[in-house]
């Protein structure tokens, strides 16, 4: 019985880091959960739609969305000197002003901004074919 205490203890002790792990995105973007929503980072290179798309991926694998849930843009994205900070995006449109995305470039600084789960997922067609050497 002491055994099993200690199996479960260690257990529960190495879960709890486990959960709060970053997740890779497919296409190479780093997403971590912060507070009531999670953060994209690692977006060089890649462009608002690769961040989309890193967003995305993560709202569906980790979070279980559907294509038909919205993602928002939770806060204002803060501008760094030389370097770009993280986009906090959310699946929880409360306390937002929701805004439409026409232009997804601009969409990454504004709060509210949004776009279905499927239709930023579709972005990470672009990675593939950038991978794949193709042009758009």
């Known amino acids: 019985m002491k055994i099993r205490s200690k199996f479960l203890a260690v257990f529960i002790l190495t ?3 486990l959960s709060a792990q970053e997740f890779t995105a497919r296409n190479g973007v780093t997403v971590a959960a912060v507070g009531k929503g ?4 690692g977006d060089a290179g890649i ?3 690769g961040v989309w798309c890193g967003a995305a991926d993560y709202a569906r694998s980790v979070k279980g969305a559907t ?3 919205r993602l928002y843009i939770a806060e204002d994205r803060k501008r760094g000197f030389g370097q770009r900070g993280p ?5 929880d449109p409360n306390g937002l002003t929701p805004s439409s995305t026409v232009i997804v470039g601009g969409s990454l600084g504004r709060a509210g901004a949004n776009l279905s789960v499927g239709h930023a997922f579709g ?3 672009d990675h593939k074919l950038q991978r794949a050497g193709g042009r758009f």
Request: aromatic share 14%; hydrophobic share 50%; with cysteine.
């Open 87 to 91: 986009v906090t995006f959310t699946l």
């Open 15 to 17: 879960a709890a880091p």
């Open 123 to 125: 972005f990470c067609a």
């Open 67 to 69: 294509g038909a849930q």
């Open 38 to 41: 999670f953060n994209v980072t």
């Open 47 to 49: 462009g608002a739609r």
